[in-house]
């Protein structure tokens, strides 16, 4: 009777609780989301060392492995941090310097070529309506001419200038969040020994061994499958950015270094990114030939299959291990969730699920 009495109990409490939760549902997600604010830094710093850790132990197994000098032992992983911030620092450079000034020739190229083009489009357009009535319809009333649509762009950007100052302020505060989140992984992967020592004895303390087993089975198989899709992406941006900018040198398609770069770097988005970089381009070339545009989407889309069914997984192989399927779900549902955020780790996050059911199914 007692027991059952401390059943009935137990029930009514969690009854209790999910009406709680499903009346304050709001608040509790607007706690919730604020919460999150406040933990950004931290998690943004533990995703920054994550990264940098794969780089710091790429350098620690070049930098004097066998050496037994005290100094150079004691010293070995600040070098180690320092030269992995630089490697990063040092493509940066790179790209931006092969980028940011073929992007401020083609911006002003673009505005000047536009009504140009523009009109020419519009012209065939409207040449091509006259056998489709309704076509026509659609396109006299809004026949603007390539300097209105121009002058209307300069018109509504002039409409921004009153939110610069917001702007301005939550571009500030989010500098400021990734300087704490920058400091936070330095010292998360210098001291990353004892972390791990620490976190140990903690679990040891308050959970059973069972319990930790199953936890770190769990932490290595996301461990290894997020740290193969940074390397894999990596390694595919590097390789399709330089085969793109290759390709427009030898078929004498403009901006090769400039458009190379920005599939290359777009490219780190799974799936889509490579497409994305290919809209940039094609918006840039077609300011110097729309023949050469539509050359260079062609030639996109042939290297696009050509690298993701030869070279990629040979350079990279399984290294993820999930199907393509199940790559465009995760990235759908990422995306929708969370924007471009969700994109980028809705991949690794769903193929360590996979990974983790695929061996609870065999096993």
């Known amino acids: ?21 499903v009346v304050n549902s709001t608040s509790i997600l607007e706690w919730f989301r604020d919460f999150i604010v406040v933990l950004n830094p931290i998690i943004i710093g533990c995703v920054m060392a994550f ?66 083009v523009y009109d020419k489009i519009l012209r065939d357009i409207i040449e091509y ?8 319809n659609a396109i006299i009333p809004h026949n603007l001419d390539g300097k209105e649509i121009i002058e209307k762009v300069m018109g ?14 939550s571009f500030l505060g989010l500098i400021a969040n990734l300087v704490i989140a920058f400091i936070l992984a330095i010292y998360i992967v ?22 930790i087993k199953k936890f770190y089975y769990i932490l290595d198989i996301t461990n290894s499958t997020f740290r193969s899709f940074f390397i894999g992406q990596f390694l595919e941006a590097i390789v399709l950015g330089s085969l793109c900018t290759l390709g427009m040198y030898i078929l004498g398609i ?35 030939s729309f023949f050469d545009g539509i050359a260079f989407v062609i030639f996109l889309i042939i290297l696009q299959q050509f690298e993701g069914n030869v070279i990629y997984p040979k350079v990279v192989g399984t290294s993820v291990g999930l199907p393509g399927l199940w790559v465009l779900v995760a990235i759908l549902v990422g995306g929708g969730l969370f924007g471009v955020t969700g994109v980028f780790f809705a991949v690794p996050v769903m193929a360590t699920l996979y990974k983790l059911l695929e061996n609870y199914v065999e096993s």
């Open 51 to 116: 990264i940098l850790n794969i780089l710091v132990v790429k350098w620690e197994s070049v930098y004097f492995v066998d050496t037994k000098n005290k100094i150079i032992i004691k010293t070995k992983r600040g070098v180690c941090i320092l030269l992995s911030i630089l490697s990063v620092l040092l493509i940066l450079f790179f790209v931006s310097k092969l980028i940011l000034p073929q992007v401020n020739k083609s911006i002003s190229l673009f505005i000047q070529q536009f009504p140009t």
């Open 254 to 288: 403009p901006y090769p270094p400039m458009i190379g770069s920005v599939v290359g770097l777009t490219a780190l988005i799974p799936l889509v990114g490579a497409y994305i970089g290919g809209g940039f381009g094609f918006i840039m070339i077609i300011t110097h």
């Open 156 to 169: 509504i950007s002039a409409n921004w200038v009153g939110g610069i100052f917001s702007l301005l302020g």
């Open 129 to 136: 309506s006259e056998k489709v009535p309704f076509l026509k």
């Open 190 to 211: 210098a001291s990353k020994e004892r972390l791990c020592k620490q976190f140990n004895k903690v679990f040891n303390k308050i959970l059973s061994q069972k319990f």
């Open 1 to 21: 009777m007692e027991v059952r009495m401390k059943k009935i109990y137990s029930l009514l409490i969690l009854t209790g609780v999910i009406l709680a939760v």
